[in-house]
C-alpha cells in the first residue's frame, strides 16, 4: 500500500504475507481455512467496526514487540496456527512466518508508527483522501479492536489479504499473510491478529 504518513510501510506491506488457519478436530489451526472465530470470542466481526474517528480505550503497550516483533506470537500459538516455529526478523522492525507443505507461504507482523502518531486513523485519513481507491478498505474488529482490511492494491485474488489493528491509538499493528490462491486467507489474517493481541495482552498483565 501507498502511504505517505506511515513510515517504512511501504516496503512491507506488500512484501511477504501468508497464513489461511482452520480448526481441526484436533484443536490444531491448519493455516489453509480456518474459522475466524476462536477459543469461544469472535475474532473478526465487521459488524461492529469503528467509525472514522478512531479512540481506543484499552491501550495496549507494545513497547516489547515493536523491539522483538517475532515474539508477538508464542511458541504454542504457532503450533496451533499451523505455521512453522521458525522465524525470521527483518531488520528487527518485522517478522515472517513460514507456512505450506513447502513451507512456500508466509506470515508477517510488524508494528507502524504514523508520522502523526495516531495509530488506525492515519488510515481513514488517507482513505478520506482516496488512497484505497483501486484497492481496498473494510473496516472490522479483532478481540474487540479497531481494524481495517486494507491495501492500495487489491492482491486477495492472487492470495494476499492484509490487515492493520489498531492496538492503541498512535501504533498500529500490521498483518500480512500470503497464501494459497482460491483461499480466504484474510480469515487466516485474522486468525493470526487476533493470537497477537492475546499475547500482547497477556504481557501487560
Not at 7 to 16: F, H, S
Not at 100 to 109: F, R, V
Not at 168 to 185: A, F, K, L, P, W
Amino acid at each position: 500500500m501507498k502511504d505517505k504518513g506511515l513510515k517504512q510501510t511501504t516496503i512491507l506491506t506488500a512484501a511477504m504475507s501468508a497464513i489461511a488457519l482452520s480448526v481441526v478436530a484436533c484443536g490444531k489451526s491448519d493455516i489453509g481455512s480456518a474459522s475466524v472465530t476462536t477459543r469461544g470470542s469472535t475474532a473478526v466481526s465487521s459488524s461492529s467496526a469503528p467509525d472514522s474517528d478512531v479512540h481506543i480505550a484499552d491501550q495496549l503497550d507494545t513497547t516489547r514487540f515493536v523491539s522483538a516483533p517475532c515474539s508477538t506470537l508464542t511458541a504454542e500459538q504457532t503450533e496451533q496456527l499451523g505455521i512453522s516455529s521458525e522465524r525470521n526478523a527483518s531488520n528487527g522492525t518485522a517478522c515472517t512466518w513460514r507456512f505450506g507443505p513447502n513451507l512456500d507461504w508466509a506470515l508477517q507482523i510488524y508494528y507502524v508508527l504514523p508520522d502523526a502518531k495516531n495509530g488506525l486513523q492515519n488510515l481513514y485519513n488517507q482513505k478520506a483522501a482516496g488512497w484505497y481507491d483501486k484497492g481496498y478498505f473494510e473496516p472490522t474488529t479483532i478481540e474487540n479492536y479497531p481494524a481495517v482490511f486494507n491495501s492500495g492494491t487489491d492482491l486477495r485474488p492472487q492470495g494476499t489479504c492484509d490487515l492493520s489493528v489498531g492496538v492503541n491509538n498512535e501504533m498500529i499493528m500490521s498483518v500480512t499473510v500470503h497464501g494459497q490462491v482460491g483461499r480466504d486467507n484474510c480469515k487466516a489474517t485474522g486468525n493470526a491478529a487476533s493470537a497477537a493481541i492475546r499475547t500482547i495482552k497477556a504481557a501487560g498483565r
